[in-house]
């Protein structure tokens, strides 16, 4: 061990590492560490290699300075207490505190840099500006692991610059994101079925598109499905629907049944007087809507079918929640959902930030899926097709 591809022996370096440490907060409590816990192996293994390990990372959104509530001064706290060792905090991410920290560090220790996005330079759109902040990153290391997978979509100075001006390697996360991203698009094992939920049909349209090329089963539930059921024909009382999509779903209609693809619709709906009105909730059929209703969760009918369409599937990909699973009255659509891919004898994959949320909050342990991924973002880009600006430059040569 000690040896990164693309790093050499890493023993005695300092090696900057961009892990994805955008953890919930409720204050300074942390309220859900899976992020920290996923980033964790890779600096580890670097740091018993002998690596000088500096850590860089963001939380939040602030707005390219300095902002107490989005300080990694806690996730720097719970990183040791995983880490079974000290993590020294840098109080700025470039400037003297960094340095000071960097260059006190001893072989396998660990640091961490205050949030990455507390620099205008980091998300700047403007290659010089941003280059110029990388300059700095770079100046503190002289190897970069990038291990950030819910940021390798974007073009951002410690994903994409950083890259380019240091010698660099894939951290072990990175990989193993991608290996599955890749299994589900290069050649599934078939019958491959892909399940997609959620708020908005336009978040996903690009993922429909690519994959009805692809998979045998595309079975739909969540919010966007509204807009399926209204292409076909149905009403769909005060239900979310996107009317300006109703055209490209007919068009995916269309090329489905070209393909041989089976578009899975559901049967039966649970609907209610308002938005999150359990004590309203109640069933009623697909193409039966009630006006003055909105569906907010699939039917034990249709939740039913979903398993069974499910149950020979040899490959599935899952994005976004049957329903809106975070009220009782509306989680069991998601809830079958989640056991039929727990079930699924080849892989099984878990996509996007609330389905993953969903699959704990409902209690499934997280080892009976195949892979749950730890980027939304970043995997429902891959699976459109898009490059990721962030794996492209690890594969470039050079630097
Ligand atoms: P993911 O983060 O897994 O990609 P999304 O962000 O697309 O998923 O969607 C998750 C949200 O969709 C949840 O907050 C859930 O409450 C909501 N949702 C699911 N079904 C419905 C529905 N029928 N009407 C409104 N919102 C819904
Ligand atoms: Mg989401």
């Known amino acids: ?95 003297e505190s960094a340095q000071a920290v960097v260059g006190g560090l001893t072989d396998g220790q660990v640091a961490l840099l205050e949030n990455v996005r507390f620099n205008a330079g980091e998300t700047s759109k403007d290659d010089a500006e941003r280059g110029a902040f990388a300059d700095r990153l770079a100046a503190l290391a002289d190897g970069f692991v990038s291990d950030g997978f819910g940021v390798v979509h974007r073009k951002q100075a410690s994903v994409y610059d950083v890259a380019q001006r240091l010698p660099h390697a894939m951290g072990g996360l990175v990989a193993a994101e991608i290996d599955v991203l890749r299994r589900l698009t290069e050649t599934p094992e078939r019958p491959y079925a892909v399940v997609l939920g959620g708020s908005k049909v336009s978040d996903k349209l690009g993922v429909i598109d690519n994959l009805l090329g692809k998979a045998d089963k595309l079975l739909i539930g969540g919010g966007m499905v509204f807009t399926f059921l209204k292409a076909a024909g149905h009403e769909v009382g005060k239900s979310l ?3 300006d999509q109703l055209d490209t779903v007919r068009s995916y209609q269309q090329r489905a049944q070209e393909l041989g693809v089976e578009i899975v619709l559901p049967t039966d709906i649970v609907v209610a007087d308002s938005f999150g009105d359990e004590a309203s909730a109640r069933v009623v059929a697909a193409d039966a809507i009630p006006a003055d209703t909105l569906g907010l969760d699939i039917g034990p009918e249709s939740g039913a079918a979903f398993a069974a369409a499910l149950a020979d599937a040899r490959t599935v990909f899952w994005n976004g929640p049957m329903g809106v699973f975070e009220q009782p009255a509306f989680a069991e659509g998601t809830r ?8 699924v004898p080849g892989l099984s994959v878990v996509g996007g930030g609330d389905s993953a949320a969903a699959v704990r909050a409902l209690g499934f342990a997280e080892d009976r899926f195949g892979h749950i991924s730890t980027g939304g973002g970043a995997s429902l880009e891959y699976l459109e097709g898009k490059p990721l600006p962030g794996i492209d430059v690890l594969l470039d040569e050079g630097a």
Do not use: C, Q, W
């Open 1 to 95: 061990m000690g040896s990164y591809a693309g790093l050499g022996e890493v023993g005695g370096k300092r090696i900057l590492v961009r892990s994805d440490l955008n953890v919930p907060l409720d204050g300074d409590r942390i309220t859900d560490d899976g992020r920290i816990r996923a980033s964790v192996p890779t600096i580890r293994a670097l740091a018993d290699a002998g690596a000088r390990v500096v850590v860089t990372a963001h939380l939040g959104r602030p707005k390219g300075e300095p902002e107490t509530r989005y300080s990694l001064a806690p996730v720097a706290k719970r990183l040791g207490e995983l880490l079974g060792r000290d993590v020294a905090f840098a109080t700025d991410t470039v400037g």
């Open 241 to 243: 629907l996107e009317e």
């Open 336 to 343: 079958a959902v989640a056991d039929a891919l727990t079930r």
